[in-house]
Each structure stands twice: as structure tokens, then as C-alpha cells.
């Protein structure tokens, strides 16, 4: 018997999207998101708020990188959500984070975190539900040792945080439970009919 | 010294929704996605393909809810994204899964998955960029087991399972790591001066 909760934003887990940009003054503007998904093989849509400093700083450069947050930098990953780059003018620069420029897109590269997409703004998508920033992900930059074998991410290494909007903690990433595709292959073989 | 891997669908974690919805025959449709995501407080947008029985059943009642996936049923998880609907007419039946028509918006809600977003169509959104599936979250439902004290949904009791779109696996949540607007919160204080 289930109960019910109202109106929950209720998806778990939530990635930890560290995102970031330059503005037309060349100042780096950063922020968190955990409303960010991938929307299509070399896209990602961002919710984010119109007026916050990253959204302005994207439109006026057509680039951002959007980095996965690791447990070793949770607060500061924190940090630049808690913090508005509108207000605290110097906001990257007490974050502690660093940043080199991306050699393929007009943004940053944040250098703490493991994992992050080059991107290209495709569009500000404005629907009459929607508001979404869309990214062209022109490449992807990781660290190696979060690679495995086969050069791919490895979630095991990568120790990624992941975000809980129910009661907003933050998680650590557990064990692998299974494979997509082979978890389910009996009952699919049995419905396929071999 | 960061790598190049191209072009990465690098986001992590990304949850495993589970959708279902009744097409206009009133059978049931479902399918797994970890494509989606809360795009605004009371809306959830779903990247899903135009072709997909579950999409089609979508347009036709207007109606649909979204699960969070728990390791307990990943393989019947997994099932309902490897086989279409489109191909296997009793996929549903064959999927072990069991649902009840929701009391609020005309969509069947599955019994096993522990929390569930009950959803009417907002819009079928299409940009130059996007294509989602855009829901109302009129009400989410959560079994009491997943609940903490104050009645919300509590990660640790929840056990949802995460996909890895680097190595197509299924993580399980790990421990919580920190709490969101504290982690960064020493940070926070010194960049604004109190």
C-alpha cells in the first residue's frame, strides 16, 4: 500500500553537475545543477534558473563544460551551489578550484574534477514547459586513473556523488549490481520466445 | 593531465525510470529510461524515442507515471527496456510485474517499484534540439518502508539502482556522503564575509 506524498520531485539518484563558463568579461562563473540529463547521443539539457550568472555567462559565450562532482570535492562542488556568482564577485576565485582553458570550446575546464564535457550551446530551448540549456558535447576530457581497461569511465573509480532531492544529502556511489541488457535476458528470452 | 574520449554521454548517475502508461487499446505499455530528469518543480521531462510503444500510449491517454527502480526487481527492470512493446504484445504480462490504475491520472501504477511519480501530459516538446515527453507531477506515491520519520522518501531505505552509461551497468546507492548547502558551507562563509 502506497502512501501519498503530494508533488515530489522524485527522482533518485540525481547526478551532481558542476558547470561552468566564462563570461563577456572573461571571469569564470560556475555553479552546481543536479537537474541536468543527457537528452540525446551528443546532447545535454540543463534546468537551469534564467538569471543565474552561469546561465547569462553561457549565453554570452556559447560554451561551458559540465564536470561530475567526486567525493574528494564535495565542498566545493557544494560550495558553488551555495554561493551566487551574481553576489560574491570573486566567487570562483575562493572556491579553490582551478581552471585551464578547454582547447576545443570558449570555457573552462575545472582541473579537480575527474570527468567533464566540452560543450557547445545548441540552443536556449523555450517551450511553454520547458526552459532547457542545451549542450553539443564536442568532446569529453577524464582523468586516467578513473579509466578502466578499455579506456572507458569506470564508476568504481570515478567515486561520482550523486545528489538526493528528497531530504538533499549527497551519496557516494555503491557496488555494481548488475549489467543493463543481461540482468533481464531470462525474462526477455522467455517473452522473445528463445 | 585529462584524456580525450570524444564524444561521452558522461553524466553520472543517471536514475532507472521506470514508465507506464495505457494505450488507447488499455493495455499497458512500459519501458525503462535513464534519460529523464525534474526540469522544473512540478514537471519532469523524459528524452524518450518518438516510436516507442510507451511514447505512442503516452500521446494517445495523456497520462503516464514514472518509477524509481530497486535492486530487489532489476532484472524485471532491465526486461522492460531490453524487449519492445511494439514487438511483443503481452510484454507486460511476461514482465512479473503486477499495477493498478492510478486514482488521479489514467495510467496504471506498478506495484513493485517502491516510488512512483503519477504524471499527466504537459507537453510533447519540440525544439531544433529536443524532443521530451513533459509530465505534470500531479502526485508521487512511496511505500511507507522507504520513508524516514518526517514522511520523506529516505535513499537508504529506498535501495533505487543507478545506470552507467559509460559501461552499461547497474550501480547500487552507496553510503550518504555529506549534506548539500553544509558540505561547502566553511567556504560559503568566508566568501561572504560572515
Known sequence: MKKDLGTVQAVFPMPVLVIAAYDKAGTIQTMNAAWGQICDTDKIALFLDADHATTKAIRETGAFTV???DRTHM???DYVGIVSGNQVAD???RSGLHAAKSSRVNAPVLEEFPVAMECTLAEIAETKTLFAVVGTIVNTLAEERVLDEQG???PAKLDA???DQFRHGYYA???KAGQAWNAGSALAKAALGR
Do not use: M, R
Open 91 to 93: 566567487k570562483f576565485a
Open 67 to 69: 564536470a561530475l562532482a
Open 173 to 175: 556511489s555503491g557496488e
Open 161 to 163: 556523488i550523486a545528489f
Open 152 to 154: 572507458k569511465v569506470d
Open 75 to 77: 565542498a566545493e562542488a
